[in-house]
């Protein structure tokens, strides 16, 4: 089973992405922030991240360049 991590600030739209996702047959991770998103990929290593661009504190740009150095 395929396994998404979806990290996203705004409540409503994760619980949406989540169910949609979910009806798919995917099996999803959450994070509200960037920074435990990172911890999530560390913990996880899902198949798929889709993360928000424009979050506080650790942005959508900063996940991407920690997640792309965990090996």
């Not at 960037?34 to 911890?39: D, F, H, K, R």
């Not at 999530?40 to 997640?67: F, N, S, T, W």
């Amino acid at each position: 089973m395929t396994t998404v991590l979806i990290i996203e600030e705004n409540r409503e739209i994760l619980e949406k992405t989540v169910e949609i996702l979910e009806l798919e047959g995917y099996k999803t991770l959450t994070a509200s922030d960037g920074g435990i998103g990172i911890e999530q990929v560390r913990k996880h290593r899902p198949d798929i991240v889709l993360c928000d661009i424009m979050m506080p504190e650790v942005d959508g740009y900063q996940v991407l360049k920690a997640i792309t150095t965990i090996s």
